[in-house]
């Protein structure tokens, strides 16, 4: 009898019929669970989501308790999986989100969050199922993507009690992680690496090193400059709009004048500084990415080290030549000086060099 069973549930047909074994049939191509069963006279049928037949099961376990509980006048609370929380908050909140936070959030659910929570009602997560998707996590992977795996778990869960489907959220668990130092450009690396991004021959990719590097200035500011917001009698830049919405003056160092003026003779004084290919258009993202790579490999410097960084080097140069950090903070135009502390790094050899003063 067992055998007929495992029989009955391997058995394909030619025709293309899907056979349903206790309500539930995996789709040959797609491999997810489809369901499909009789109920006071009518026949329900569908997609359960899930890809485990035991998380297949709960969900139809639920649907039909739901059904019956309706069938005798009792309007119940919505019960949904986890797995029916995640798609429906893929539906209303990802066309929100940014592109790159979606991606993200789509691939941890499917490879480490839904194969342990995607059966179970909402309702259903507590700390402790939180904390087996982490501790599974933990086995391959560091502390730091754990943390970001239990952000999502959390998310989804925020999510649920905007929509009454839960009282409370469950404490998720954030592992502690030591700081990394992240790369930087220091001073005594600096016009090696600038002579590397010479020597590739681009002088607007020379200047907006330059503008990132000496002036502080984000990649995509940079890039928008217009001559209209310079001045160089008084040695001074307005953007047109930055990250906080203000345009605050930026004072130029006497080394980027010169790349003012070679930027003059080769591009004119109107419109973008670095104009881009397209007539009235600036360059475009991620334009000097590839010239940085060339030059950290030519100048033996670290390949981890972005545009991004460039900015942070700028800091943390000012920092090291013992620049108060609210003056940094309005360098770089920051609302906090909080956030000019994430940007400085302090390395082992200096916290030596620092607790050797105390002899």
């Not at 139809?60 to 739901?66: F, S």
């Not at 404490?171 to 220091?186: E, F, G, L, S, W």
């Not at 007539?279 to 972005?306: C, N, V, W």
Request: hydrophobic share 40%; with cysteine.
């Amino acid at each position: 009898m067992i055998q007929g069973k495992v029989a009955l549930r391997r058995r394909r047909v030619d025709d293309g019929k899907i056979h349903f074994v206790q309500n539930l049939a995996k789709h040959p191509e797609s491999g997810v669970f489809l369901y499909r069963f009789s109920f006071s006279g009518r026949i329900f049928s569908g997609s359960t989501g899930c890809y485990r037949i035991q998380e297949a099961r709960n969900y139809v376990n639920a649907l039909k308790g739901k059904l019956s509980l309706e069938g005798v006048g009792f309007k119940t609370q919505k019960v949904l999986s986890f797995r029916q929380a995640y798609e429906i908050w893929m539906e209303e909140r990802a066309p929100q989100r940014a592109k790159s936070y979606v991606n993200t959030f789509k691939s941890s659910m499917a490879k480490h969050i839904l194969p342990v929570l995607g059966g179970l009602q909402v309702s259903e997560i507590d700390t402790t199922a939180i904390n087996t998707v982490l501790n599974a996590y933990l086995r391959k992977f560091s502390a730091s993507g754990a943390n970001s795996v239990g952000l999502h778990i959390s998310a989804l869960l925020s999510f649920s009690m905007e929509k009454k489907w839960i009282k409370e959220r469950p404490r998720v668990t954030h592992i502690p992680v030591q700081k990394k130092v992240r790369p930087i450009i220091t001073l005594e690396d600096r016009d090696r690496f600038l002579e590397a991004i010479d020597a590739q021959g681009a002088l607007d990719i020379s200047f907006l090193i330059r503008a990132q590097i000496l002036m502080g200035m984000r990649e995509h500011e940079a890039r928008m400059m217009k001559w209209s917001g310079l001045s160089l009698e008084q040695k001074v830049f307005i953007p047109e709009k930055t990250k906080n919405g203000d345009a605050p003056l930026m004072p130029i160092p006497d080394a980027m004048i010169p790349w003012f003026e070679k930027m003059a003779g080769a591009n004119g004084t109107f419109g973008f500084i670095c104009p881009g290919l397209k007539p009235g258009q600036p360059r475009t993202h991620d334009y000097t990415t590839p010239y940085i790579k060339r030059a950290l490999k030519t100048a033996g410097l670290s390949e981890r080290i972005t545009n991004h960084r460039l900015r942070a080097s700028f800091a943390n140069i000012l920092n090291k030549k013992g620049v108060p950090l609210p003056t940094i903070q309005k360098l770089m135009r920051h609302s906090r000086v909080e956030t000019t502390m994430i940007y400085i790094e302090t390395r082992e050899d200096e916290m030596r060099a620092a607790i050797n003063l105390m002899e």
